[in-house]
């Protein structure tokens, strides 16, 4: 069975940084896009972050361009979300999700269990 | 405000078919990109429901169903039942902010 096992959630002051990991099992993880969502108290669903299998393109919303930079090791077959700069807004939940293809954009049917970050002085 | 509009809240009474429609544009659902629609009950991870306009993953009822047309997306609930309570979200790309979008979600009440 597929599945995503996430990491590094955390209260972090304004400015400060995070790293965030999702760990793969159940599937070739290397074949397959990646991509973060986030969700803020209350709100909807929010895509951050995605990137390529295999050949790691990855893309950005405006909201974290600059400031947020997502990797990959196909090795260990390990997600990462590296989150700088980090602002009161970008406090959420953070979701890593698979997607069905190793192009994104294809529908994400594996979901991690979800991490917070609260970002506060 | 979102690329891609749903209405905030929808209702039907048990066995009574619901739909949500999620409005675009040309940059997004107009483009010919896919839409997708996913799940989230309240507190949990969200599911996916229907991926690539109209197909559904193993596992998701028949009852769940996708269309397309234009600059627009729906998905139709037919039989409903309490389960069905939840949030849905419908997600496309979109071309002019080359990255992916989600719908602002529908809260769905089963009354």
């Known amino acids: 069975e597929a599945q995503l096992l996430q990491s590094g959630g955390d209260f972090v002051q304004p400015g400060g940084s995070l790293r965030l990991s999702c760990a793969a099992s159940g599937f070739s993880f290397s074949l397959y896009a990646m991509t973060w969502v986030r969700q803020a108290p209350g709100k909807g669903l929010e895509w951050v972050s995605s990137i390529r299998g295999s050949v790691g393109g990855a893309y950005y919303a405006d909201s974290v361009k600059g400031r947020f930079s997502i990797s990959r090791d196909d090795s260990k077959k390990t997600l990462y979300l590296e989150m700088n700069s980090l602002r009161a807004e970008d406090t959420a939940i953070y979701y890593c999700a698979k997607e069905q293809s190793r192009t994104i954009f294809y529908g994400m049917d594996v979901w991690g269990q979800g991490t917070t970050v609260t970002v506060s002085s | ?111």
Do not use: M
């Open chain 2, 1 to 111: 405000q979102s690329a891609l509009t749903q209405p905030p809240s929808v209702s039907g009474a048990p066995g009574q078919r619901v739909t949500i429609s999620c409005t675009g544009s040309s940059s997004n659902i107009g483009a010919e990109y896919n839409v997708h629609w996913y799940q989230q009950v309240p507190g949990t991870v969200p599911k996916l429901l229907i991926s690539g306009n109209n197909n559904r993953p193993s596992g998701v009822p028949d009852r769940f169903s996708g269309s397309k047309s234009g600059t627009s997306a729906s998905l139709a609930i037919t039989g409903l039942q309490a389960e069905d309570e939840a949030d849905y979200y419908c997600q496309s790309y979109d071309s002019s902010l080359s990255g992916s979008v989600f719908g602002g979600g529908t809260k769905l009440t089963v009354l």
